[in-house]
């Protein structure tokens, strides 16, 4: 999954999609305060060696987080983040409304 600031759009990762190579290719484009989140090591590796960018940012800000989200991430004990197949819904949930609402959003099925 990545979300651009940068160029405004969610790149939402379905399953069996090429959805990895789809996020590599992705995260040429991607700036210092776009969200990549992680795909498996060999393909982290093949992200390196091309020298686009890796994960970052996958951490969901405090603030963003609901009295439940907040209760569920203290049982956890370790903070939600967005994760590879990051439903649009969860996506929704923590990424603010005016960017929700502007950014392109895309998928491949």
């Known amino acids: 999954m990545i979300i651009s600031h940068k160029h405004r ?24 305060d776009d969200i990549i989140t992680p795909i498996s090591p060999n393909d982290e590796s093949t992200r390196r060696s091309l020298g ?9 800000p405090l603030s963003s987080y609901s009295r439940k989200a907040f209760l569920k991430a203290a049982y956890r004990r370790r903070r939600l983040s967005f994760r590879n197949h990051s439903s ?8 603010d409304d005016e960017k929700w609402n502007s950014y392109f959003k895309f998928c491949f099925e």
């Open 9 to 32: 759009f969610v790149f939402i990762k379905t399953r069996k999609t090429a959805g990895t190579s789809m996020e590599i290719a992705l995260s040429k484009y991607c700036g210092p």
């Open 52 to 60: 686009y960018r890796g994960p970052q940012n996958c951490e969901i």
């Open 88 to 95: 649009a819904a969860f996506i929704m949930k923590y990424l």
